[in-house]
């Protein structure tokens, strides 16, 4: 058996027949030099086997990874179906409030306009009219509206 | 199984969240076995996870195996990572013999391992290696793939990954073999001058 090297690997996995097999043992007990190197090959097959069989068990906590992934994939926060509805977010909770104050401190300062219903725009946080397609997303907070909120105030008299 | 592919590349978010959960243990190992340092081996599961999420119809079954599939989106990005630092990075170790603790990212694979009775140059001798040969000792050993499957990861025949995998071994033999030839020289050196 000339090129023993080649067969080492094979016979360590027990990928040869019975036949190969046999000539390979019988070659290596025959064999000084070539009996070394499969001791030697053998040591590190053996080493190998040991650190990976390790390696696949051991233990890995993969639980903060997904959140990580669910937010690079843009994936709202989970939230089943039966809950309470949606919410706005806290952004747009600011924005509203704000919009709020501002009509109200119009309205108590020009009386005269206020003869009517008064129904302030609501503003985002970046000036846009505030619609479901237009508000932005986060991935950690649930960001959507079903229907741009509208107010109804009674003027002050 | 099938079902849950079906699901995930539909958009269904706990079929993506089981997909993740199922496979994932085994890239974190596949990638520390790979680069040798956790925070750059869940990078490559994350990075890995976001590409594989977004592509699902891109599995081909017919080609590989799910998991053989997954394993060679995080190889690609293994050697991303390994092109962005030349140096390899070596963390300090505060060891603490817990029998199930978990790899950390202050505990090197090589500490790891020597814990549990692995020779501790074996995985330094394993990361001198050149990249091909490093990879298919891990997608072997670590990874427990068939040469087949090693082929359609790394791009190559099954005949030369059974080649890289011997001649990774060989590398092995003869790293470990001339550091312990070294050590017994200077062993001898030693006695040598207290004689």
């Known amino acids: 058996m000339r090129h023993i090297h080649d067969h080492i690997a094979k016979y360590l996995e027990g990928q040869l027949d019975a036949a190969a097999r ?20 053998r040591e590190v097959w053996l080493e190998m086997s040991d650190a990976g069989r390790l390696l696949r068990r051991a233990p890995v906590n993969v639980g903060r990874q997904w959140n990580l ?28 409030a704000a919009a709020v104050m501002a009509a109200v401190s119009s309205m108590s300062l020009n009386p005269a306009r206020a003869d009517g219903p008064a129904i302030p725009s609501i503003q985002t946080p970046g000036g846009a009219a505030a619609s479901v397609a237009e508000l932005p997303t986060q991935a950690s907070t649930l960001v959507v509206v079903e229907q741009t909120p509208t107010l109804t105030l009674t003027p002050v008299k | 199984m099938d079902d849950l592919l079906a699901l995930a590349a539909a958009g269904d978010e706990e079929a993506a969240e089981g997909v993740f959960l199922r ?6 190992r596949l990638s520390i076995g790979l680069l040798g340092d956790l925070e750059d081996a869940e990078e490559v599961v994350q990075d ?22 997954l394993f060679t989106i995080a190889i690609s990005r293994c050697r991303n990572k390994r092109r962005r630092k030349w140096l390899p990075s070596i963390s300090l170790d505060w060891l603490a013999p817990q029998e199930h603790s978990q790899i950390g990212s202050q505990r090197s694979v090589e500490e790891w391992l020597a814990l549990r009775g692995v020779r501790r140059d074996l995985w330094t001798a394993v990361w001198r290696l050149s990249p091909a040969l490093r990879e298919a000792l891990v997608l072997r050993f670590v990874g427990g793939l068939t040469y087949l499957e090693i082929g359609l990861a790394v791009g190559c025949g099954d005949k030369a990954a059974e080649s890289r995998v011997r001649t990774g071994l060989s590398g092995l033999r003869r790293q470990m073999q001339g550091a312990r030839q070294e050590w017994d ?5 030693l006695a040598e001058a207290n004689r």
């Not at chain 1, 992934?69 to 509805?85: G, I, K, T």
């Open chain 1, 22 to 41: 046999s000539r390979f043992e019988g070659h290596i007990s025959s064999c000084s030099e070539c009996r070394a190197e499969f001791a030697a090959s």
């Open chain 1, 69 to 96: 992934v669910r937010r690079r994939l843009h994936l709202p926060a989970q939230r089943p179906s039966h809950e309470a509805p949606r919410r706005l977010s806290w952004k747009m909770s600011l924005s509203v």
């Open chain 2, 23 to 28: 496979f994932s243990p085994a890239v974190l």
């Open chain 2, 48 to 69: 890995a996870f976001v590409y594989a999420l977004r592509n699902l119809k891109r599995f081909d079954p017919t080609k590989s195996s799910f998991q053989t599939w």
């Open chain 2, 185 to 189: 020289e200077w062993l001898a050196i």
